[in-house]
C-alpha cells in the first residue's frame, strides 16, 4: 500500500440505517440491497432458533 491510499476515504463496510442515499450509485445500492437482504435472512434464521429453544423449554417444563 501507498501513503497515496493511506489518504482516501475508506468505503464502509456495510450499510448505515439512515445514511444518505444520494451519493451512492445504481449498482451500489443493488449492493446495499443484497447485502439487507442477506442480513434479514440472518436475522431471521435466528429468530426461528431461538423461538424453537424457547418452545422446547416452555414444553419440558409444563410436563
Do not use: N, V
Request: proline share 3%; charged share 40%; net charge negative.
Amino acid at each position: 500500500m501507498s501513503f497515496l491510499d493511506e489518504d482516501r476515504p475508506k468505503k464502509p463496510a456495510g450499510h448505515e440505517l439512515g445514511c444518505d442515499l444520494s451519493l451512492l450509485s445504481a449498482d451500489e445500492l443493488t449492493s446495499r440491497i443484497a447485502l439487507l437482504r442477506e442480513e434479514i435472512e440472518r436475522l431471521e434464521a435466528e429468530r426461528t432458533r431461538k423461538t424453537a429453544g424457547r418452545q422446547a423449554a416452555e414444553s419440558f417444563f409444563k410436563s
